[in-house]
C-alpha cells in the first residue's frame, strides 16, 4: 500500500504538480472504486509508472520492455485497455498513453496538446513492445504490415497553466473507465 505524507496532501489541496504517490493512490481508487466493483477486471489494467518512465525507457529500455510484454501477455487472448500515465521526466510533464495490444492500438492523450513524436524514446519502446507481443503471440502479418501500429492523438481538454497536467490524465482513466469501452471516443 502506497503511504500518503503531508506533502502529498499538501500538492492536492494546494493545485500543485501530482508527484508519482498521488497518481498511484488515484490509480488504486480507480480499480477499487471502479473497476473492481463493475467487475471490469478484464477490460481495464494499470501499467505501473513507477516502473515505465523517461529515466527507465532510457536507462534500462529491455527491463521495461519485459516488464509491460509479461502484462500483456497475461491478457494475451482478451482484448483489453491498459493505461501508461506517463511521465516525461523530473519535473516533468503526465501524459496518458492507452493501449489496446490485442488490436495494436494506442491512444494518446496529452493536455499540452503535443503529439506522441515529442517523446521518441516513449513511441520507439511501445511499438517494440507491441511487435515483441506480436510476435510471442505468432501473428503473422505481411511485411507492409509489420509496422502497422496505430497511434491516435486524442482530442482532448487542454491546460492552461503548469500544474494541470496530472489532474487531466487522471480525469481521462477515469472517463473512460466510466464509459466502459476499449475505444476511447474522439473527444474526452
Known sequence: MTAIGKEDFE???GHLTLGITIIN?????????LIRPRGLESRFAFINPN???VGSI????????????SLFMASK????L?????????NGHWLLVAINPVREIIYYLDSLGNDWTTYPDMKKT??????SFRAQRDIQV???RVNNISWIKMECPRQRNGVDCGYFMLRFMKETILLDRLEIPSTI
Open 126 to 131: 511501445i511499438d517494440t513492445i507491441l511487435q
Open 11 to 13: 500538492e492536492v489541496f
Open 58 to 69: 532510457i536507462s534500462k529500455p529491455y527491463e521495461v520492455i519485459a516488464f509491460v510484454l
Open 82 to 90: 491498459f493505461f501508461l500515465p506517463y511521465n516525461t521526466g523530473p
Open 25 to 33: 493512490t488515484y490509480i488504486m481508487f480507480l480499480y477499487d472504486k
Open 142 to 144: 505481411p511485411r507492409s
Open 51 to 53: 516502473v515505465v518512465h
Open 77 to 80: 487472448d482478451t482484448e483489453k
